[in-house]
Protein backbone atom coordinates (compact mmCIF):
# COMPACT_ATOMS: atom_id res chain seq x y z
CA UNK A 1 0.00 0.00 0.00
CA UNK A 2 1.00 3.64 -1.16
CA UNK A 3 1.42 5.97 2.28
CA UNK A 4 -1.63 8.36 3.24
CA UNK A 5 0.34 11.37 1.86
CA UNK A 6 1.00 9.93 -1.63
CA UNK A 7 -2.86 8.66 -2.19
CA UNK A 8 -3.77 11.94 -0.96
CA UNK A 9 -0.98 13.58 -3.32
CA UNK A 10 -2.55 11.86 -6.49
CA UNK A 11 -6.16 12.91 -5.34
CA UNK A 12 -4.86 16.28 -5.59
CA UNK A 13 -3.31 16.24 -9.33
CA UNK A 14 -6.41 14.30 -10.48
CA UNK A 15 -8.30 17.21 -9.17
CA UNK A 16 -6.00 19.92 -10.79
CA UNK A 17 -6.68 17.71 -14.29
CA UNK A 18 -10.16 17.86 -13.72
CA UNK A 19 -10.13 21.39 -13.01
CA UNK A 20 -7.50 22.30 -15.75
CA UNK A 21 -9.29 19.29 -18.60
CA UNK A 22 -6.15 18.41 -18.90
CA UNK A 23 -4.32 14.54 -18.19
CA UNK A 24 -1.53 13.37 -15.85
CA UNK A 25 0.67 10.63 -16.73
CA UNK A 26 0.00 7.22 -15.66
CA UNK A 27 0.04 6.19 -12.22
CA UNK A 28 1.52 3.17 -12.88
CA UNK A 29 4.45 4.59 -14.37
CA UNK A 30 5.04 6.91 -11.34
CA UNK A 31 4.11 4.37 -8.66
CA UNK A 32 4.57 0.85 -10.16
CA UNK A 33 3.29 -0.97 -7.17
CA UNK A 34 0.37 0.65 -6.45
CA UNK A 35 -2.06 -1.89 -6.18
CA UNK A 36 -6.02 -1.87 -7.06
CA UNK A 37 -7.01 -0.74 -3.24
CA UNK A 38 -4.57 1.83 -3.52
CA UNK A 39 -6.80 2.73 -6.52
CA UNK A 40 -10.14 2.78 -4.57
CA UNK A 41 -8.60 4.57 -1.89
CA UNK A 42 -7.87 7.58 -3.80
CA UNK A 43 -11.11 7.11 -5.61
CA UNK A 44 -12.68 7.46 -2.50
CA UNK A 45 -11.19 10.64 -1.59
CA UNK A 46 -12.64 12.36 -4.45
CA UNK A 47 -15.66 10.83 -3.40
CA UNK A 48 -15.27 11.96 0.14
CA UNK A 49 -14.02 15.75 -1.16
CA UNK A 50 -17.09 15.63 -3.37
CA UNK A 51 -19.58 14.98 -0.56
CA UNK A 52 -17.83 17.49 1.71
CA UNK A 53 -18.16 19.81 -0.85
CA UNK A 54 -22.36 19.35 -0.89
CA UNK A 55 -21.92 17.34 -3.59
CA UNK A 56 -24.69 14.64 -3.40
CA UNK A 57 -23.96 10.84 -4.50
CA UNK A 58 -26.57 9.82 -7.21
CA UNK A 59 -24.98 5.98 -7.93
CA UNK A 60 -22.53 4.11 -9.31
CA UNK A 61 -21.05 3.13 -12.69
CA UNK A 62 -19.59 0.07 -13.61
CA UNK A 63 -16.92 -0.08 -16.09
CA UNK A 64 -15.70 -3.27 -18.02
CA UNK A 65 -17.94 -6.14 -18.01
CA UNK A 66 -18.10 -6.62 -21.44
CA UNK A 67 -15.46 -8.61 -23.81
CA UNK A 68 -15.63 -5.47 -26.30
CA UNK A 69 -14.55 -3.03 -23.46
CA UNK A 70 -11.97 -5.09 -22.15
CA UNK A 71 -10.52 -5.17 -26.13
CA UNK A 72 -10.91 -1.93 -26.27
CA UNK A 73 -9.37 -0.90 -23.33
CA UNK A 74 -6.95 -3.97 -23.13
CA UNK A 75 -8.20 -4.29 -19.06
CA UNK A 76 -9.45 -7.54 -18.25
CA UNK A 77 -11.46 -6.82 -14.68
CA UNK A 78 -14.38 -4.63 -14.31
CA UNK A 79 -13.96 -1.61 -12.39
CA UNK A 80 -16.21 0.74 -10.74
CA UNK A 81 -17.16 4.61 -9.90
CA UNK A 82 -19.48 7.10 -8.11
CA UNK A 83 -22.19 9.51 -10.21
CA UNK A 84 -23.22 12.61 -8.69
CA UNK A 85 -26.30 13.94 -8.68
CA UNK A 86 -24.60 17.29 -11.10
CA UNK A 87 -23.73 14.77 -13.54
CA UNK A 88 -26.61 13.32 -14.59
CA UNK A 89 -28.41 14.83 -17.81
CA UNK A 90 -31.91 14.45 -18.87
CA UNK A 91 -32.67 13.25 -22.52
CA UNK A 92 -31.87 15.98 -25.14
CA UNK A 93 -29.64 18.21 -23.56
CA UNK A 94 -26.75 20.16 -24.67
CA UNK A 95 -23.40 18.91 -23.12
CA UNK A 96 -20.35 21.59 -22.98
CA UNK A 97 -17.55 19.35 -24.44
CA UNK A 98 -14.90 21.24 -22.99
CA UNK A 99 -15.76 20.13 -19.86
CA UNK A 100 -14.57 16.69 -20.11
CA UNK A 101 -11.10 15.00 -21.43
CA UNK A 102 -10.63 12.65 -23.82
CA UNK A 103 -14.80 12.71 -24.19
CA UNK A 104 -16.43 8.91 -25.66
CA UNK A 105 -19.79 7.82 -25.05
CA UNK A 106 -20.82 4.29 -24.09
CA UNK A 107 -24.39 2.53 -24.27
CA UNK A 108 -25.75 1.09 -21.19
CA UNK A 109 -28.60 0.00 -19.41
CA UNK A 110 -29.18 2.02 -15.97
CA UNK A 111 -30.92 0.07 -12.87
CA UNK A 112 -32.98 2.13 -10.52
CA UNK A 113 -33.18 0.51 -6.88
CA UNK A 114 -36.12 0.45 -4.67
CA UNK A 115 -34.14 -1.44 -2.13
CA UNK A 116 -30.42 -1.58 -0.53
CA UNK A 117 -28.31 -4.36 -2.08
CA UNK A 118 -25.39 -5.87 0.09
CA UNK A 119 -23.05 -8.14 0.83
CA UNK A 120 -20.84 -10.59 -1.16
CA UNK A 121 -23.65 -13.15 -1.42
CA UNK A 122 -26.26 -11.22 -3.60
CA UNK A 123 -27.77 -12.65 -6.94
CA UNK A 124 -28.71 -12.03 -10.20
CA UNK A 125 -32.48 -12.82 -8.27
CA UNK A 126 -31.70 -10.49 -5.63
CA UNK A 127 -30.90 -7.54 -8.13
CA UNK A 128 -34.20 -8.43 -9.85
CA UNK A 129 -36.38 -7.80 -6.81
CA UNK A 130 -34.47 -5.13 -5.10
CA UNK A 131 -34.94 -3.15 -8.99
CA UNK A 132 -37.64 -0.60 -9.16
CA UNK A 133 -37.10 0.05 -13.24
CA UNK A 134 -34.76 -0.36 -15.61
CA UNK A 135 -34.01 2.56 -18.22
CA UNK A 136 -31.39 3.39 -21.14
CA UNK A 137 -28.37 5.05 -20.36
CA UNK A 138 -25.41 6.55 -21.80
CA UNK A 139 -22.44 7.14 -19.92
CA UNK A 140 -20.17 9.91 -20.95
CA UNK A 141 -16.30 8.91 -20.49
CA UNK A 142 -13.76 11.62 -19.42
CA UNK A 143 -10.38 10.48 -18.99
CA UNK A 144 -8.08 12.34 -16.82
CA UNK A 145 -5.28 10.09 -17.26
CA UNK A 146 -3.02 9.16 -19.89
CA UNK A 147 -4.45 6.75 -21.64
CA UNK A 148 -1.74 4.88 -23.52
CA UNK A 149 -0.47 1.38 -21.23
CA UNK A 150 -3.07 2.66 -18.67
CA UNK A 151 -4.11 -0.60 -16.38
CA UNK A 152 -6.83 -0.87 -13.84
CA UNK A 153 -5.24 0.70 -11.48
CA UNK A 154 -5.02 3.89 -13.87
CA UNK A 155 -8.67 3.82 -14.40
CA UNK A 156 -9.77 3.33 -10.33
CA UNK A 157 -8.42 6.11 -9.70
CA UNK A 158 -9.40 8.26 -12.03
CA UNK A 159 -13.33 7.17 -10.43
CA UNK A 160 -13.72 4.43 -13.61
CA UNK A 161 -13.12 7.66 -16.24
CA UNK A 162 -16.35 8.90 -15.71
CA UNK A 163 -17.64 12.04 -16.67
CA UNK A 164 -21.40 11.84 -16.71
CA UNK A 165 -24.60 10.32 -17.34
CA UNK A 166 -27.38 10.67 -19.61
CA UNK A 167 -30.99 8.85 -19.13
CA UNK A 168 -33.60 8.49 -21.37
CA UNK A 169 -36.09 6.28 -23.41
CA UNK A 170 -38.56 4.08 -21.89
CA UNK A 171 -38.02 2.76 -18.32
CA UNK A 172 -39.42 -0.68 -17.95
CA UNK A 173 -39.83 -3.12 -15.03
CA UNK A 174 -37.19 -5.31 -14.84
CA UNK A 175 -39.66 -8.57 -15.70
CA UNK A 176 -41.38 -6.60 -18.42
CA UNK A 177 -38.44 -7.62 -20.90
CA UNK A 178 -35.95 -10.12 -21.71
CA UNK A 179 -32.76 -7.58 -20.36
CA UNK A 180 -30.51 -9.93 -21.76
CA UNK A 181 -32.19 -9.18 -25.33
CA UNK A 182 -31.76 -5.42 -25.43
CA UNK A 183 -30.17 -3.87 -28.41
CA UNK A 184 -29.07 -0.61 -29.17
CA UNK A 185 -27.84 1.24 -32.06
CA UNK A 186 -25.54 4.24 -31.16
CA UNK A 187 -25.38 7.34 -33.95
CA UNK A 188 -23.31 10.13 -34.36
CA UNK A 189 -24.03 12.56 -36.65
CA UNK A 190 -26.91 10.24 -38.64
CA UNK A 191 -24.34 8.03 -39.13
CA UNK A 192 -24.54 4.37 -36.83
CA UNK A 193 -20.82 3.88 -35.08
CA UNK A 194 -22.06 0.83 -32.85
CA UNK A 195 -24.64 -1.80 -31.82
CA UNK A 196 -24.98 -4.30 -29.64
CA UNK A 197 -26.73 -6.48 -27.49
CA UNK A 198 -27.05 -5.94 -23.52
CA UNK A 199 -26.02 -9.56 -23.19
CA UNK A 200 -22.65 -8.75 -23.78
CA UNK A 201 -22.24 -7.24 -20.01
CA UNK A 202 -21.51 -11.07 -18.34
CA UNK A 203 -24.69 -12.74 -19.99
CA UNK A 204 -26.66 -10.44 -18.48
CA UNK A 205 -26.45 -7.15 -17.63
CA UNK A 206 -27.93 -7.86 -13.83
CA UNK A 207 -24.67 -9.93 -13.23
CA UNK A 208 -23.18 -6.48 -13.47
CA UNK A 209 -24.93 -4.66 -10.48
CA UNK A 210 -24.29 -8.22 -8.75
CA UNK A 211 -20.45 -7.64 -9.35
CA UNK A 212 -20.75 -4.72 -7.90
CA UNK A 213 -22.76 -5.66 -4.75
CA UNK A 214 -20.22 -7.77 -3.76
CA UNK A 215 -17.03 -5.91 -4.77
CA UNK A 216 -18.57 -2.79 -2.80
CA UNK A 217 -19.10 -5.51 0.29
CA UNK A 218 -15.60 -6.43 0.50
CA UNK A 219 -14.56 -2.88 0.67
CA UNK A 220 -17.48 -2.30 3.78
CA UNK A 221 -19.99 -0.45 1.59
CA UNK A 222 -23.03 -1.20 0.40
CA UNK A 223 -25.97 0.19 -2.55
CA UNK A 224 -28.92 2.09 -1.57
CA UNK A 225 -32.28 2.12 -2.34
CA UNK A 226 -32.62 5.15 -5.05
CA UNK A 227 -29.31 4.85 -6.27
CA UNK A 228 -28.99 4.59 -10.25
CA UNK A 229 -26.49 1.95 -11.36
CA UNK A 230 -25.22 2.05 -14.68
CA UNK A 231 -24.87 -1.77 -15.60
CA UNK A 232 -21.54 -1.68 -18.32
CA UNK A 233 -21.65 -0.64 -21.59
CA UNK A 234 -22.01 -3.30 -24.45
CA UNK A 235 -20.88 -1.72 -27.11
CA UNK A 236 -17.72 0.30 -27.76
CA UNK A 237 -16.55 3.56 -27.04
CA UNK A 238 -17.34 6.02 -29.70
CA UNK A 239 -15.27 9.29 -29.33
CA UNK A 240 -17.28 12.29 -29.58
CA UNK A 241 -16.24 15.63 -30.63
CA UNK A 242 -17.58 19.16 -30.18
CA UNK A 243 -20.28 19.50 -32.23
CA UNK A 244 -21.19 16.01 -32.32
CA UNK A 245 -25.04 14.94 -31.74
CA UNK A 246 -25.63 11.42 -30.02
CA UNK A 247 -28.19 9.11 -30.65
CA UNK A 248 -29.26 5.94 -29.23
CA UNK A 249 -32.16 3.87 -30.90
CA UNK A 250 -32.79 1.40 -28.11
CA UNK A 251 -35.98 -0.04 -30.07
CA UNK A 252 -38.72 -0.74 -27.68
CA UNK A 253 -37.33 0.85 -25.03
CA UNK A 254 -36.90 3.90 -26.95
CA UNK A 255 -34.21 6.46 -27.60
CA UNK A 256 -31.75 8.76 -26.14
CA UNK A 257 -30.21 12.10 -27.84
CA UNK A 258 -27.48 14.60 -26.97
CA UNK A 259 -25.65 17.32 -28.15
CA UNK A 260 -22.36 18.51 -27.42
CA UNK A 261 -21.24 21.92 -27.93
Not at 8 to 27: C, F, H, K, Q, Y
Not at 154 to 160: Q, V
Not at 191 to 212: K, Y
Amino acid sequence: MLEKEQLTSIADDLAAAEESRGMIPRLTSRFPDMTVEDAYAVQNEWRRRGEAAGRRLAGRKIGLTSKVMQQATGITEPDYGAIFADQVYENGSVIEHGQYSNVRIEVELAFVLKEDLAGDDVTIYDVLRATEYVTPALEVLSSRVEMEGRTIVDTISDNAALGAMVLGGRPVAPDAVDLRWVAAMLYRNETIEETGVAAAVLNHPAAGVVWLARKLASHGDSLKAGETILAGSFTRPMWVHQGDTVHADYGNLGAITCRFV
